[in-house]
């Protein structure tokens, strides 16, 4: 079993920069692959970014290419997602996310994770 906890959201200007970071536990964190998703009022959660067990492959949405970096810590159990540039439609609940592997999917889909974080809000003013 995993628990993931976020933290880092907050109120920001366009334009600005926030960093949310993500704690898990459980000693298996480094064989996970980890995902940042974000949820806005009346949407669908929809993928931001996503990075292997070993840091060494990441993918991110076309929406956020550029300005958002996601990274990990294996020997600290973290996963970090640096946010700049920021804009009002990035404003939204951001979810870490993990997956033990033990089934295939999509790194997309919140299908393919197997636990969550209770969330942060990020609020983007214009």
């Known amino acids: 079993q995993v628990q993931l906890g976020e933290s880092g959201g907050g109120l920001v200007q366009a334009g600005g920069s926030l960093r949310l970071s993500c704690a898990a536990s459980?000693?298996?964190?480094?064989?996970?692959?980890m995902g940042w998703f974000r949820q806005a009022p009346g949407k669908e959660r929809e993928f931001v970014a996503a990075?292997?067990?070993?840091?060494?492959?990441?993918l991110y949405a076309d929406s956020v290419k550029g300005r958002f970096t996601i990274s990990r810590d294996n020997a600290k159990n973290t996963v970090n997602l640096q946010m700049n540039g920021l804009k009002p439609e990035d404003t939204a609940v951001y979810y870490c996310?993990?997956?033990?592997?033990?089934?295939?999917?999509?790194?997309?889909?919140?299908?393919?994770?197997?636990?969550w974080g209770q969330g942060t809000q990020v609020t983007v003013s214009s």
């Open positions: 459980g000693r298996a964190f480094s064989t996970y692959t």
């Open positions: 990075i292997s067990w070993s840091g060494g492959s990441t």
């Open positions: 996310a993990a997956d033990d592997r033990r089934m295939g999917g999509s790194y997309y889909s919140t299908s393919t994770y197997d636990y």
